[in-house]
């Protein structure tokens, strides 16, 4: 989700915060998941997350719903969905690129961690998990 907020008067001054809800269910029924959630902006740091699906039969996927927790030496961040939806991104031997804005900046990167949500598997050979700036 992105958050755009506007100033009012003649001039319209745009500042957009990135905010990620990672799937999580909201409904009026408590039984099915609450019914609010507080989404506020992590930070400013921009990653680029490269995966290269391995060329095998069944590699590829477009039902994982897989989101990357970045550790760093100043703590961790949890991606959004690692998907384009509408797009045959995962497939066999192709390698995809997604962009996350608007992170909490973990300082140097250490570790990452791949959360799989979905109903499917999903064969990777390589992952890159790049910081823009910062």
Known sequence: AVVSTQSTGSSYDHEKA??????KQYSTDPKEGPNHAKLCKEGDTTYVITTTTANKKW??????????????????????????PHEDDFRKGHTDK?????MHN????QCSVVKARGD???RFTKMTVEKLGG
């Open 59 to 84: 590699a590829g996927t477009d039902n994982i719903w897989a989101s990357v927790e970045i550790e760093g030496s100043k703590g961790n961040t949890e991606t959004g969905i690692i998907d384009y």
């Open 120 to 122: 499917d598997m999903w």
């Open 18 to 23: 990135y905010v990620y809800s990672r799937y």
């Open 106 to 109: 973990v300082g140097a990167i």
């Open 98 to 102: 997604f962009v996350f804005s608007g």
